[in-house]
């Protein structure tokens, strides 16, 4: 697969060093397309000489709300200006690398460039789109770390999550992800569900006769997972006791029956799910610290739905699709509830109210207020809000204090309400246009406005 990348020069940078950048790339079978390709999503590489704050604003227009990949090469300057660095990284960097023409720089620089267009393309892909849809900047940084993990690692891992986020969902993911050529199944164990005085047989079975009611034997969990994957749902109720037991199966992968004397070996990928805090349970006593280190080898957290405000309208047309991909669209008075709505069950709240609608929902039209249950707008009718609230406040203010002027908060703030308004109708630029109060003509002519090159503290920044 041929990895393309978008290639950016300040204007302080000399012409024969970005020469050199280009041809050593090329030469490592990197192809440099044009600005415009590859959008939304696409690889930036960014080459600059000082990270000062004109190439940190750059970064921030450049990363399109975390959508764009970028690896920040610098050229010249201080290559051990670390805090610069960070700065990079907090501003949308993906990476930031001095740059060195030597054969194993320009090597180590193409094979990440290639794993991020792979992460890329499974992230584009059907089974992730539809199962784990959404695109705001919060969810995909997650899966980006779920795709990564579960395609090129072999690790233990933690998901953790308020309920309803998704995390039984993004486990069977991790083991379809996961590039084992003949692994077994996905064993789901709900650990909620482990009845104290079975907890021992339901994990590591039993031998007949091991206790009154064992007529025959029993593989438990770790036997039927062998090859494939173990998923411990809610991982945090697991009985102090029991999680002694786990240490020595989940580090050196042998176990022995309830009732038996025979060590027997299994091998899994183990993935675990809980919506505790298990640091916090760790300092309570109610999880042990060994354990932990050894299911956690790689973490994850899911956003709750109020922080993925993006998706709630991405989520609900990918709740009411039908088998062709369509599906009822949705007032703008349905869209505006689902917006202001409190959602403490997150996306499986959205889900069930979603497929309620679709169930009241008669005829080819629109879905309705009145198609939503009487008890919604009883009990749960969003309370009028002022979209100027103290988020929108407070990015303002971060923004003028790093130096963004009006005309740049003006623009910044048109463009992504054109962008998200234009995906929340799917790409349909009437409906758009409608929403955003401007006519269709008006849209057009605002989305075909690309520049083609960029200021960095009043010099160009040019497509190399």
Known sequence: MTTLVRLHDCAE???????AVRSALRAADI????????EPAGIDILLFDTADGGVID??????????????????????????????????GAADVVAWSDDAMSV???AERLRRWQEIDAILESGVVRNNL????????????????????????????????????????????????????ELVVLDCTTIVPELSGSELFGHERGAFTGATASRDGAFALANGGTLFLDEAGELP????AQLLRVIQERIYKRVGGNQWLRTNFRLICATNRNLQAEIGSGNFRGDLFYRIASWSCELPPLRERIDDILPLARHFLAGPDGFGPQLTAAVREYLLRRQWPG???????????????????????LGDLPREEWLTTQPQAQDWRNGDFERAIQQAVCMGVGLKELSQHATETAVRMVVRDEGGNLQRAARRLGVTDRALQMRRAQQPSRRRIDGRNLHDA
């Open 31 to 38: 192809e440099i397309a044009g600005t415009q390709c590859l």
């Open 13 to 19: 940078c000399a012409p024969e060093s970005v020469a």
């Open 58 to 91: 750059v970064v921030q227009s450049m990363s399109r709300g975390g959508h764009s990949r970028i690896l920040a090469l610098q050229l010249r300057g201080d290559h051990e200006d670390h805090e610069g660095y960070w700065r990079l990284l907090h501003a």
């Open 346 to 368: 997150n996306v499986r709240e959205l889900r069930q109210l979603v497929l309620r609608l679709q169930a009241r929902h008669v005829g080819a039209g629109p879905i309705t």
């Open 240 to 243: 102090p006791a029991l999680q």
């Open 133 to 184: 849809a959404g695109s705001s900047p919060a969810w995909r940084r997650v899966l980006c770390e779920i795709v990564e993990a579960a395609r090129f690692t072999d690790l233990a891992m933690l998901i953790t999550g308020e309920s309803g986020t998704g995390k039984e969902l993004v486990a069977r993911l991790i083991h379809t992800l996961d590039p084992r050529p003949d692994k077994g």
């Open 107 to 109: 090597s180590s620089i």
